[in-house]
Structure formats: structure tokens, C-alpha cells
T-cell receptor
Framework: AQSVTQLDSQVPVFEEAPVELRCNYS??????LFWYVQYPNQGLQLLLK??????LVKGINGFEAEFNKSQTSFHLRKPSVHISDTAEYFCAPARLTFGEGTQLTVNP | NAGVTQTPKFQVLKTGQSMTLQCAQDMNHNSMYWYRQDPGMGLRLIYYSASEGTTDKGEVPNGYNVSRLNKREFSLRLESAAPSQTSVYFCASSQRRGYEQYFGPGTRLTVT
């Protein structure tokens, strides 16, 4: 069975600072990997996905993630965050398991 | 395209009452899912339907039933609501199981 760990439940940062949201998964098989974002009072929407190929994946709103098979990690990064990036972010390997979420709060 | 729609958006029930949450998707997806979201617990899968005509239990199925009415619609029923079922419920769909999911706006349910 797969499980996923998001290492930080809350990440506060200042506007225009870089940010990394960490995700580790456990699995012995090839996986698809996803990051979703949830803005307040909304459903989740896909931020980016890794299916195969290049380990660096670019998504919407300037986010990117790097798949590291040896470390079983899929960390999400953005070089310069904006106030509007304040949201909850979920890491999700395929097969229906979601992480517990990381609340990103961008302060002015 | 409306994507994934859910009704109702809000609902308050008394303990022991029953209700059905409705979900529909217009993307011709094969797989559909019901999740609940509680503070600090992420999303937990209640039931899913990998394809029309099939349903399977997820992580937290107790107290719920589902019906995959056709390819578009997947409903979630609470037969006898309990306060522990107070939560936000999300429906989602995907082309196939394991592919990226598309979520509805959610139903906020309170059981008193």
C-alpha cells in the first residue's frame, strides 16, 4: 500500500520569498504523482503532475516539483511567492492517497 | 463544461436523519470518488467507482452507501446521520483510476 507524508503542516513565508513544500511517499512500484491546491472554500485543483520522463515538472502559477526516486520525494517549489498563493497544498501519489496537506500562508 | 457539480452546497441534519449527496460530471470520465475533509486530516476516501457499474470501499466507508447511477452520476447516501459525519464532502472524477482528479466545489454538512 502507498502512503504519503507531507513534512510541514504549516509554512508561513513573506511575499516574494522562495518556498519549498515537502512530500515523501512510500512505494516500491512506479507511481504517478500529483500536487493539488485548495483555495479557501473551494475544491481541489491540479497544480502539476509527474507521470514519467523528466523529473522536473512545471505546473500552473509558477510552481514546479522534482521527482526523486531514490529519496521517494516529490517536493514542490516556487522561487517567488505571491499573496494569492496562500492556500492549502496536497501531495498525492496515485491510487487515491492524499497527504494531510500543507497550509502555505504568504504574508506581505 | 460545468466539470464536476455537487448538490447541495450546505446541509444541516439532525442525528438519525438520512440524506443523499448528488454528484455529476460532464467530462465522460470513467472513475468517480467521494471524499470527506476534516481539519488536520486531509482528504479521506469514502467510496469510489472505478467504472460504471462498480463501486468499492475506501478508507472510511462506515455509515455511507453509494450508487453509480450511470457514467455521469455518483451519489453518496447517509442512512442515519451521526455528529461524527459533520464534514466537508467532495466528489471527484478522473479519466481512469490513478489519473489526475477533478473536484467539485464540496458540500458542507453539519449533523447536530
Amino acid at each position: 500500500a502507498q502512503s504519503v507524508t507531507q513534512l510541514d503542516s504549516q509554512v508561513p513565508v513573506f511575499e516574494e520569498a522562495p518556498v519549498e513544500l515537502r512530500c515523501n511517499y512510500s512505494s516500491s512500484v512506479s507511481v504517478y504523482l500529483f500536487w493539488y491546491v485548495q483555495y479557501p472554500n473551494q475544491g481541489l485543483q491540479l497544480l502539476l503532475k509527474y507521470l514519467s520522463g523528466s523529473t522536473l515538472v512545471k505546473g500552473i502559477n509558477g510552481f514546479e516539483a522534482e521527482f526523486n526516486k531514490s529519496q521517494t520525494s516529490f517536493h514542490l517549489r516556487k522561487p517567488s511567492v505571491h499573496i494569492s498563493d496562500t492556500a492549502e497544498y496536497f501531495c498525492a501519489p496515485a491510487r487515491l492517497t492524499f497527504g494531510e496537506g500543507t497550509q502555505l500562508t504568504v504574508n506581505p | 463544461n460545468a466539470g464536476v457539480t455537487q448538490t447541495p452546497k450546505f446541509q444541516v441534519l439532525k442525528t438519525g436523519q438520512s440524506m443523499t449527496l448528488q454528484c455529476a460530471q460532464d467530462m465522460n470520465h470513467n472513475s468517480m470518488y467521494w471524499y470527506r475533509q476534516d481539519p488536520g486530516m486531509g482528504l479521506r476516501l469514502i467510496y469510489y467507482s472505478a467504472s460504471e457499474g462498480t463501486t468499492d470501499k475506501g478508507e472510511v466507508p462506515n455509515g455511507y452507501n453509494v450508487s453509480r447511477l450511470n457514467k455521469r452520476e455518483f451519489s453518496l447516501r447517509l442512512e442515519s446521520a451521526a455528529p461524527s459525519q459533520t464534514s466537508v464532502y467532495f466528489c471527484a472524477s478522473s479519466q481512469r483510476r490513478g489519473y489526475e482528479q477533478y473536484f467539485g466545489p464540496g458540500t458542507r454538512l453539519t449533523v447536530t
